[in-house]
């Protein structure tokens, strides 16, 4: 079994995730070089997870060694010129979301993977619950019907010290609020299951929190298969709940959690005269995973030792962000937005507020 070598860029809390999920695959992948800016978080991470090599820099790590694999869990305005400086030296990238600050960005950093040979994927851990796969290869099954609608509600709560830190609550270093930070992996596991999205409608209002960006948004999304989504994104919800949603013909799936799920969080409620199929479909498919670094990080390693691609990929990584950006785009000029709208001349391709918040 091969053996890969990762190095952590930025040493904070999302990167002992990073390293708590690595120290439990030590057979299949090994932290070799870290990096950070702050000289004793770095010291001290490099201490804890016994790091043999830790640099200040990026550039410098780069110089010195070569890891297969670089996990980015800096904050979201430092991602794109380091995920490209990665993968232009052919270094394979797993980025902490949210990946970029704009569609611009993504694009770059596609170029850059092209140029590179090199791979780049991103932290949505919630598609890799063992009961999102059960639903995602239900989608389709007669026994189930064809979907029909869908809600997918991140309603959290942050206090307003949570934004003092310098780089949150800012359209220029954060791209956007929890329409960008939060709600995102909820949403992002939405559109794993129901598929390319063809249109969005929605809000956005800055209601409670000192920030430049919104607290709140709400979207109506249409997909291709023609189910019509409700969407919102919320840090002024007290009581905190990430509740998805999918009623197809013949039966309801829900999933009830807030920031990580097991197969005990879903339910199942199948339309009169269907309970048998439903059931039936339902009882198939894995189980026993948890949504979590852990379940992504595996299948990461996996592909990377089939020469496959990481998920999650580029392609699916910008179906996720674009519908972000449409988001922003309907909100702030109360038009539909279709797929494929925000092409280089928008000026929602290269910032999510495009030329603005109504607010600022």
């Not at 800096?74 to 270094?91: D, E, I, K, N, Y």
Request: aromatic share 8%.
């Amino acid at each position: 079994m091969a053996t890969f070598d990762s190095a952590i860029v930025g040493t904070g809390e999302i990167a002992g995730f990073h390293a708590a999920s690595l120290s439990r695959q030590a057979t299949r992948s090994r932290i070799v070089a870290a990096t950070d800016i702050d000289r004793a978080a770095l010291r001290a991470f490099g201490e804890k997870w016994s790091v043999p090599a830790l640099y200040p820099d990026l550039d410098t790590l780069l110089a010195a060694t070569t890891p297969d694999l670089v996990h980015l869990c800096t904050p979201p305005g430092l991602h794109a010129a380091q995920a490209v400086t990665a993968l232009r030296r052919g270094v394979h990238v797993l980025c902490e979301k949210p990946p970029v600050l704009s569609l611009a960005q993504l694009d770059e950093i596609a170029e850059a993977a092209a140029e590179g040979g090199a791979t780049f994927a991103t932290v949505f851990q919630h598609r890799f619950g063992s009961r999102a796969e059960a639903l995602r290869r239900l989608v389709g099954d007669p026994r189930l019907g064809r979907p029909t609608t869908a809600v997918c509600h991140t309603l959290w709560f942050r206090p307003d010290e949570y934004f003092a830190v310098p780089w949150r609550g800012g359209w220029d270093v954060e791209g956007g609020g929890p329409t960008m930070g939060h709600g995102i992996h909820q949403f992002d596991l939405l559109l794993s299951i129901m598929g390319e999205w063809r249109e969005v409608v929605a809000v956005a209002a800055r209601q409670a929190k000192p920030t430049a960006t919104e607290d709140l948004s709400c979207a109506i999304v249409t997909f291709a298969n023609g189910a019509v989504a409700t969407v919102v994104n919320s840090v002024v919800s007290p009581r905190e709940r990430s509740y998805l949603r999918f009623d197809f013909e013949h039966a309801t799936v829900e999933l009830d959690h807030v920031y990580g799920y097991g197969d005990e969080d879903w339910t199942v409620t199948a339309a009169p005269g269907h309970a048998q199929d439903v059931a039936q479909a339902w009882a198939g498919g894995p189980t026993g995973v948890r949504s979590g670094h852990d379940a992504q990080l595996g299948a990461v390693l996996d592909a990377l030792a089939a020469g496959t691609e990481p998920p999650v990929s580029l392609t699916d990584t910008r179906a996720t962000v674009e519908l972000i950006a449409a988001t922003y785009a309907s909100a702030f000029t109360g038009e539909r937005v279709r797929a494929g709208d925000l092409g280089p001349d928008s000026p929602f391709y290269r910032r999510m507020d495009g030329t603005g918040a109504p607010w600022s």
